[in-house]
């Protein structure tokens, strides 16, 4: 993670009530209280986010969103805007999740669309990309990830580009048990930076990329110590708000150095 200010993401997807949302804060809150050496966001479901925005304003836990429109207002049915996400707190949006683009067919240019109104408004997009098993196998892993960087971020300023988060989801990682290994993470998230230097020079080397897919309290801090992982954006394994602490205390280098991890 090089000098770069590690990132815990948790995205609920489709889970959680509002009572629900709030018993995990109150809980969450206290085991991540004395964290200092990373940044935590918990990325929540539209009905969990105005609650959440109470819970957490206190706390050192941001909050985002798992997705947003790219127009402005209007007749737009079922769509929320960057905007509406402002207004409950938010500070951080999830775009192109590989669930968003698989099973609800959201494209690169639209992706690009929300990503810059997200920046706009100053939203901070969590941009998504990752490629499913037979990409992989056909050993067009690489080309795969860095087109849609470079498609998802096309035309964005250096400026705008130094306030994006990137994360590299594996998609036959996600949700099932199989973390890529540290190695090819790191491989992944290098070449992600390579991409990001070819659009924005040197200052590529600010932006946070994280890792997503199957990752837990106990592989953490393994994958932590590649250069180029600089957190991880987490799904199952953030849903239960003790288990989820404890992940992020394994990801804390303070805690991760005393504890000898
Ligand atoms: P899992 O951590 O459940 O594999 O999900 C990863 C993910 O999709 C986070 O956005």
């Known amino acids: 993670m090089a000098n770069r200010r590690p990132v815990i993401a948790g995205n609920w997807k489709m889970f959680k009530t509002v009572n629900e949302a709030t018993d995990y804060a109150v809980r969450f809150i206290e085991e991540v209280k004395d964290v200092t050496e990373l940044d935590i966001i918990l990325c929540a479901p539209f009905t969990a986010l105005y609650p959440l925005k109470n819970e957490l304003e206190e706390s050192i836990v941001h909050l ?5 429109a790219w127009a402005d207002q209007g007749a737009f049915t079922g769509e929320i805007s960057a905007q509406m996400l402002l207004d409950v707190a938010c500070t951080y949006v999830i775009l192109g999740h590989s669930e968003r683009r698989e099973m609800f067919g959201e494209t690169d240019e639209e992706i690009n669309k929300k990503a810059r109104k997200a920046l706009a408004v100053g939203l901070t997009p969590i941009v998504c ?3 499913n098993l037979n990409v ?9 990830v860095q087109g849609q960087v470079t498609r998802a971020l096309v035309g964005l300023s250096v400026e ?9 989801e594996p998609i036959w990682a996600i949700g ?6 540290s190695k090819d993470a790191q491989e992944m998230c290098a070449s992600i930076r390579a991409t990001l230097t070819g659009l924005m020079g040197l200052a590529a080397e600010k932006v946070p990329i994280l890792y997503g897919g199957s990752v837990k309290a106990d592989n953490i801090a393994e994958l932590l110590t590649e250069p180029d992982v600089d957190g ?10 003790i288990s989820f602490g404890k992940l992020i205390l394994n990801a804390n280098p303070l805690v991760a150095r005393v504890e000898g991890i």
């Open 176 to 181: 099932t048990g199989k973390t890529a290994s």
């Open 232 to 241: 991880a954006l987490v799904g199952g394994a953030s849903l239960d708000p």
């Open 129 to 131: 990309c990752g490629e």
């Open 64 to 68: 985002g969103a798992q997705n947003m």
């Open 160 to 168: 705008d580009l130094s306030k994006i988060i990137v994360a590299y």
């Open 136 to 144: 992989r196998e056909e050993g067009k892993a690489v080309e795969r």
